[in-house]
């Protein structure tokens, strides 16, 4: 009996099987709800990070703030594009400036922020509250074993030695994300609240209806970085960019979100993951989070 055989052939790339887009900025990364890197373009790189800074500004402040306290403004809170709008002897609550923080990118509500939670008796400048709040900061991002992000300021203004990556930038988004009053400030679109209307600048909510949260950036140093999460059927994706194009960023990040969600679709859940916990990550404590392997 002739025997049958099969000849070995390449194996085809199966049809509709996710292809990488091509992205204008210069680094990017797409992370997986269970942290695998789903994409990397010189995602460890080292760059300036502008205003998605304030990401990690915003988990501190969710950390250690009362989001009901009451803060005067002093006029040192004045710095840079002062988006939220603020002035010098104003009064208005932690919340209000975690808004006029991620919405607008206020840097003023930065300094604000940065100045009232790290304020201890006997600071004689605000550069001591201030530089008191930076600390906790770089301490978070030790917490969250972050090797190759920096902080020197809480809003993102060009400085030497602030830094981070795309992948570090994934993993602060993840971690604030897991704050509900920090998902509840990204997916505001427009509010009114202590006396100043402010709007949401964050686009990618204006491109797709999926979108958990995110935060801009610009400067001249960073160029265009964004930072955004997207979720569908239970599940979610990361996607960063930094040194972008400003035609193109947030249609880059929408693009990686994409490819992002049908490589995890594709890829499905690993047989060492209970399958009943995947689309939970959110809850869990912010201090428990893992940098994932590259």
């Known amino acids: 009996m002739a025997m049958l055989v099969v000849p070995l052939v390449p ?3 199966a049809v509709g099987e996710a292809q990488p887009p091509d992205v ?3 680094n990017a990364v797409v992370l997986s709800d269970l942290n695998q890197v789903l994409y990397d373009k010189n995602a460890h790189t080292r760059t300036a990070m502008a205003s998605t800074t304030k990401m990690m500004t915003a988990i501190v402040a969710a950390r250690y703030g009362n989001l009901d ?5 002093h006029v040192d809170d004045i710095v840079g594009e002062a988006s939220m709008g603020l002035w010098a002897g104003e009064v208005v609550t932690m919340r209000g400036l975690l808004y006029g923080l991620l919405m ?3 840097n003023d509500a930065a300094m604000a922020i940065a100045r009232t939670i ?3 008796d006997g600071d004689a400048t605000s550069d001591q509250s201030v530089g008191r709040f930076i600390d906790l900061m770089n301490q978070t991002a030790r917490e969250y074993q972050l090797r190759d992000t920096h902080y020197m300021n809480p809003h993102g203004l060009d400085e030497y030695g602030h830094y981070s990556t795309p992948f570090d930038l994934a993993i602060i988004l993840r971690a604030a994300l897991n704050y509900p009053v920090i998902r509840e400030v990204m997916q505001t679109r427009a509010i009114n609240i202590d006396g100043h209307e402010l709007w949401n600048g964050n686009r990618l909510y204006n491109i797709r209806e999926d979108v958990l949260g995110g935060k801009t950036g610009f400067t001249d140093a960073a160029l265009f970085c964004l930072a955004g999460a997207a979720t569908q059927d239970g599940r979610f994706v990361i996607a960063v960019v930094t040194r972008d194009d400003g035609d193109n960023w947030f249609y880059d990040v929408s693009n990686l979100l994409d490819f992002g969600l ?3 679709r594709e890829l499905g859940v690993p047989s060492f993951v209970n ?3 995947v689309g939970t990550q959110l809850k869990q404590s912010p201090g428990t989070l893992q ?3 590259p």
Request: aromatic fraction near 8%; charge should be neutral; charged fraction near 25%.
């Open 104 to 106: 607008p990118s206020g």
């Open 69 to 73: 306290l009451e803060v005067e403004i």
């Open 291 to 293: 940098q994932g392997s």
């Open 118 to 120: 790290g304020w201890r």
């Open 275 to 277: 399958p009943s916990l």
């Open 11 to 13: 194996q085809a790339r």
């Open 262 to 264: 049908q490589k995890q």
């Open 24 to 26: 204008w900025a210069e």
